[in-house]
């Protein structure tokens, strides 16, 4: 304990973890959820949280290869966790507005949404379904 004390804020091993699951709608709070469900996103990858925590200016890290403990899947989609620095060597804050680890993630979570790869992801698949919908139906007819 005394020699975790006497390390800097600034290792990188002191940096705090975000897993996707913490922010998952789909989960439960036993599953591991660490925010409302109102403010939670679907099924939010690592790569989408690292992307939104290094544009915003925090130093940030990806482990692709680490699992949450509870997550039951072992796919890629829900491998990796994202560590991401709160405070400087001198323990101050690198930035004013993300003071604890559960600012960042409801910051995380209301960003990704609107992220381009989400918001091409949601466009592109309603133009699909419609197409799909509409040749379902021409072959329909042409079978009568």
């Known amino acids: 304990m005394a020699c975790a004390a ?3 804020p600034a290792d990188q091993d002191r940096f705090i973890c975000i897993y996707p699951a913490y922010l998952n709608n789909k989960k439960t709070i036993a599953e591991g959820r660490r925010i409302p ?9 690592a790569t989408e949280i690292q992307d939104v925590c290094s544009a915003v200016g925090l130093n940030v890290f990806l482990e692709k290869n680490k699992m949450y403990s509870r997550e039951w899947n072992r796919d890629l989609q829900y491998r990796g966790r994202v560590r991401v620095q709160l405070k400087q060597e001198d323990g101050s804050l690198c930035l004013v507005q993300f003071p604890s680890r559960k600012s960042v993630m409801l910051y995380a979570a209301e960003m990704i949404p609107k ?6 992801k949601t466009g592109g698949g309603d133009q699909s379904l419609q197409q799909g919908e509409g040749s379902k139906k021409g072959k329909g007819k042409k079978k009568k």
Request: net charge positive; no cysteine; hydrophobic share 30%.
């Open 6 to 8: 006497a390390r800097s």
């Open 37 to 45: 469900i109102s403010k939670a996103v679907e099924n939010p990858t």
């Open 115 to 120: 992220l381009k790869t989400r918001t091409q």
